[in-house]
């Protein structure tokens, strides 16, 4: 796994697409992982803030998705135990203002290799459609695979994004905090008990 996370670390695929977006940022892979991890969060790819501090989710949305999973800090971010492995590990930049998506070279190019290296993980977190996508071979959207979220868990849990931009996705669908995170959350005990 070290040296897997070295080359990931060093990865530039991508450092041509990267320069030529309104950002103009040279890539910087983002990711958590050690080989005992029994919990998988696995997103889209790292927005700026995370591009600059270097650590996944130091943003408004990773306070709302260590509240739905009923984790602190300190058990989110210890990567023998959590591991945070988003489709695109670069942010993408912006177009128009608005983030672009994941690169596919990505997961083409990391993916499989990265899930062989977590043999021990119980349970996996798919935040967006990119991640649901890949890991569950599903083709529907974001809300139709999180309304069927029963028939992926207990070991998976499809999730919307933790963005604020999601807030009124969330005030129009109760049901996701009414019923799927009491039931997140006494998963993500147990596994990480």
């Keep these: 796994m070290d040296k897997l996370l070295t080359d990931i670390r060093a990865c530039r695929l991508c450092a041509d697409r990267f320069a030529a977006t309104e950002t103009g940022h040279a890539p910087r892979p983002v990711l958590r992982a050690a080989p005992s991890a029994r919990l998988l969060i696995a997103g889209q790819a790292p927005g700026m803030k995370v591009h600059h501090s270097g650590l996944p989710f130091t943003d408004p949305s990773g306070d709302r998705l260590r509240d739905w999973l009923g984790i602190d800090s300190d058990s989110f971010y210890d990567e023998t135990r959590v591991a945070i492995v988003?489709?695109?590990?670069?942010?993408?930049?912006?177009?128009?203002?608005?983030?672009?998506?994941?690169?596919?070279?990505?997961?083409?190019?990391?993916?499989?290799?990265?899930?062989?290296?977590?043999?021990?993980?119980?349970?996996?977190?798919?935040?967006?459609?990119?991640?649901?996508?890949?890991?569950?071979?599903?083709?529907?959207?974001?809300?139709?695979?999180?309304?069927?979220?029963?028939?992926?868990?207990?070991?998976?849990?499809?999730?919307?994004?933790?963005?604020w931009r999601n807030t009124a996705w969330l005030k129009r669908n109760p049901w996701f905090e009414a019923d799927l995170l009491p039931v997140l959350r006494t998963r993500v005990a147990e596994v990480l008990a």
């Design 86 to 163: 988003p489709m695109g590990f670069c942010f993408p930049g912006y177009r128009k203002g608005s983030d672009l998506p994941p690169p596919p070279i990505c997961a083409k190019t990391w993916r499989a290799q990265v899930m062989e290296a977590l043999p021990d993980v119980r349970l996996t977190l798919l935040i967006g459609g990119y991640a649901q996508k890949w890991h569950l071979g599903v083709k529907t959207g974001v809300t139709d695979t999180v309304t069927r979220w029963r028939d992926f868990s207990p070991d998976a849990f499809p999730l919307p994004h933790p963005s």
